[in-house]
């Protein structure tokens, strides 16, 4: 019987492992860019952090069991509440902005669909301890770099910006209490998925035969797409005692955040979008998805404020904003862009060995080549020259490096650069100290 991964699970062949090592090594490179450190946290949990921080109706979608020692555990679907507990558990030794972030795998038990899998890959990155908009800046000026990193510009994605604390100041305005407000939010999160006439019928199940007209003033809300008509719209809104007082901060909280994006490069990839309201409820201030600039497919990122959690875990207060961009949703991007590089593992030298003798002397250098940090390769069998440079050619590699009789008898190896054809002659002894000049130029005295 020939056995197959579950629905929902890859694979990673070398051609896609290299795929997702080269993902991987640009996302770690921008986030220490950043200077952000890396963290990890188990990848089984207990089942209880998952609903404490999304509440029951997650479960549906875990992979969660029993284990043998009658603990209800689920593999971490997210990293956010790992997180968050690990944050808690320390937060009076670690020093502040906390700058974390992580590269792992996560499981959902979904439908299998285009751009959402089973087993996914997901980096997460996170600031602690910074409760100024100076901290949302640095998070989504990083998302911004890490997907310009795989050449991806303005006109590829965009990064869609708003804010729960306007949402909640529009909707006490509107005259709606704490739990009407974040029902509604709920609503206005699945605006995009949901036909007009349902919308209409969940909210008025809060707003009564109110509800149609409502849902008109949102949607005009929702169409504001620059700062100066958001900050005319929250200006005018009727709200009383520290409503307005607060209103007014949040906006100025716009302008600082507005501004250092733009500081930082960011300012062209931002669409003011308040239609992005990030369903959770634990999100507490500014929320943000980026999405391919059309707008089409699923989100390639997403995050936001969520200045209540650590604490909601146990943990003490602690200001938090962060977000999580997944690989898959970002591959299918980069193929259609046209962006996927092709990667073929090449070997920088090949050894061409002629006979037994020069056999050892092949593995010799191989061997200190290799401990070097080189990578070299060579026939694990005897074969003629022909077929050995065949596959020499094959494999990429930059330089053969050959070992024949009369060479073994004059103590040198002759290296063949495969780019342009040349040999020459060198004492093996002179090996190690010209294998780094051989491939940054080529032959000593000649230029790429």
């Known amino acids: 019987m020939q056995f197959q991964s579950l629905p929902g699970f890859r694979e990673f062949y070398p051609d896609a492992c290299a795929l997702r090592n080269h993902i991987f090594g640009q996302w770690k490179q921008v986030a220490r860019a950043f200077n952000f450190q890396e963290y990890d946290a188990p990848v089984l949990e207990p089942l209880e952090l998952y609903i404490e921080k999304s509440g029951e109706e997650i479960v549906g979608q875990l992979f969660s069991f029993e284990d043998r020692g009658g603990r209800a555990v689920a593999l971490r679907p997210e990293m956010t509440p790992s997180l968050a507990r690990l944050i808690g558990a320390k937060a009076n030794s670690l020093k502040r902005p906390i700058k974390w972030f992580n590269i792992g795998e996560h499981y959902r038990y979904e439908k299998p669909q285009k751009g959402r899998l089973r087993a996914f890959y997901q980096f997460n990155v996170d600031i602690f301890g910074e409760a100024g908009p100076a901290a949302d800046a640095e998070l989504i000026a990083l998302l911004v770099q890490a997907l310009r990193a795989f050449g991806l510009d303005s006109k590829d994605f965009k990064v869609r910006l708003s804010d729960r604390d306007l949402w909640l100041l529009i ?62 719209y929250i200006s005018n809104l009727s709200l009383e005692g520290d409503g307005a007082e607060q209103a007014k901060q949040r906006l100025d909280d716009w302008k600082a955040l507005l501004s250092g994006l733009k500081s930082s490069g960011a300012g062209d990839f931002i669409h003011i979008d308040l239609g992005i309201v990030r369903g959770l409820a634990y999100y507490t201030g500014f929320v943000f998805e980026a999405f391919e600039a059309s707008g089409e497919g699923r989100a390639l990122a997403g995050g936001g404020r969520y200045d209540a959690l650590v604490k909601k875990l146990g943990g003490p207060e602690m200001s938090a904003v962060g977000f999580a961009m997944g690989d898959v949703t970002l591959v299918d991007l980069l193929d259609s862009k046209k962006r996927l590089p092709s990667y073929v593992q090449s070997p920088d030298f090949i050894a061409i060995i002629g006979g037994t003798e020069a056999r050892d002397a092949a593995l010799g250098d191989a061997a200190l080549l290799r401990s070097m940090g080189y990578c070299v390769d060579y026939p694990l069998k005897n074969q003629g020259f022909g077929k050995q440079f065949k596959e020499a050619n094959q494999k990429g590699a930059r330089f053969a490096l050959i070992y024949g009789t009369d060479e073994l008898a004059k103590g040198v190896v002759k290296i063949r650069d495969f780019s342009t054809g040349a040999e020459q002659e060198f004492p093996r002894e002179a090996l190690a100290t010209l294998a780094q000049e051989l491939l940054a130029s080529g032959f000593p005295g000649t230029e790429l």
């Open 171 to 232: 909707l006490t305005a509107e005259g709606l209490d704490e739990d009407g407000s974040s029902t509604v939010l709920g609503i206005i999160d699945k605006l995009e998925r949901t036909a007009r006439e349902q919308t209409v019928e969940k909210l008025a199940q809060v707003l009564g035969d109110g509800a149609a007209a409502f849902l008109d003033r949102i949607e005009e809300v929702i169409a504001i797409r620059d700062f100066d008509a958001l900050s005319a």
